[in-house]
């Protein structure tokens, strides 16, 4: 039996974890935190002191995936984390779901994160400016790539939609939102853009 091994990315604190852990246990599935196992395993390579945060040893993560997904015993495995796409092989990624947030929900989000500052302005830059998406699609197959608006919908709604995705009976695609458009229509662009 081949395994399925779906990713699930987006910009910080938009409800990958969330949305990462519902969809494990509906499937029945074995479930990776990317940040979790950089920690737990050091796979670090230092300190983003800038940042206060850890950069990944991305090579060391890619060998340790390829072995985590050979020896699970789990028919699908759900891979959690914004950059999974840098550290899954296209060959062995089933799907990718990029989920989206508009950007006036998700600053909200973001300080209930505890995100304020430089890193509050900078993740709502990647998101208004589809970072995680324009990196899933230059590095897998267009096919595998499906984009969901998470925007006011509840966890249980959008692990519903992934399920539908994930057995066929929904399609999914890319280009479903237009946060600059939006904002730009909304007088916020100038706001929210500040990076
Ligand atoms: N669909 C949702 N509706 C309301 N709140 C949510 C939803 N998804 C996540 N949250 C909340 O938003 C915050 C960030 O979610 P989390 O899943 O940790 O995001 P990520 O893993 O992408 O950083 C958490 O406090 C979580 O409880
Ligand atoms: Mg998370």
Known sequence: MSKRVVLVIGTPCVGKTSISRLLTSKLGAFY?????????????????EERTSVIVDENRMRHRIRAIVKNCDKGDIVIDGHYA?????????????VLRRDPVELRKFMAH???YGRKLWENLASE??????CEALSVCEKEKVCELDVSGRNVEEIVC????????????????????????SEGLL???LRV
Not at 32 to 48: F, P, Q
Not at 128 to 133: K, Q, T
Not at 161 to 184: A, I, R, T
């Open 32 to 48: 990776v935190n990317l940040t979790d196992l950089a920690l737990s395993e050091n796979l670090v390579l230092g300190k983003d």
């Open 85 to 97: 796409v840098r550290v899954v092989p296209d060959e062995l990624t089933t799907c990718v779901f």
């Open 113 to 115: 994160c505890n995100f």
């Open 128 to 133: 208004i400016l589809d970072v995680c998406l």
């Open 161 to 184: 939609e992934v399920l539908g995705v994930l057995n066929g009976s929904k399609e999914c695609h890319v280009g479903v939102v237009d946060w600059l458009g939006k904002l730009e």
């Open 190 to 192: 100038e706001e929210f």
